[in-house]
């Protein structure tokens, strides 16, 4: 399973292949959250680990697209992500 694994596809189709009838429930989620930016730089770097080697070329880019978008030293993001939860039976 290639990182980070969130897609809901790998973990459905091994119980399907494995015998199992699985059944999925989606819904959608949205938050905002408010951070320090030396904080949410450091978030996005643990974010971006998951796809490359964080080089200081990458942390300097980083650091200056939420020190951009921050007001009075706050970075402000808005989420809205789709979350899954897969139902099955044992046996």
């Known amino acids: 399973m290639p990182p980070p694994g969130h897609d809901i596809i790998y973990p459905l189709n091994y119980l399907y292949t494995s015998g199992y009838c699985p059944s999925f429930q989606v819904w959608v989620?949205?938050?905002?959250?408010?951070?320090?930016?030396?904080?949410?730089?450091?978030?996005?770097?643990?974010?971006?680990?998951?796809?490359?080697?964080?080089?200081?070329?990458?942390?300097?880019t980083i650091a200056g697209y939420v020190e951009q978008r921050a007001v009075n030293?706050?970075?402000?993001?808005?989420?809205?992500?789709?979350?899954?939860?897969?139902?099955?039976?044992?046996?």
Do not use: H
């Open 29 to 60: 989620d949205e938050w905002d959250e408010e951070l320090p930016v030396a904080e949410a730089a450091a978030g996005l770097e643990d974010f971006f680990r998951f796809y490359t080697e964080v080089t200081p070329e990458i942390k300097k």
């Open 73 to 91: 030293g706050v970075y402000s993001e808005e989420y809205r992500v789709r979350l899954g939860m897969i139902l099955w039976t044992g046996g």
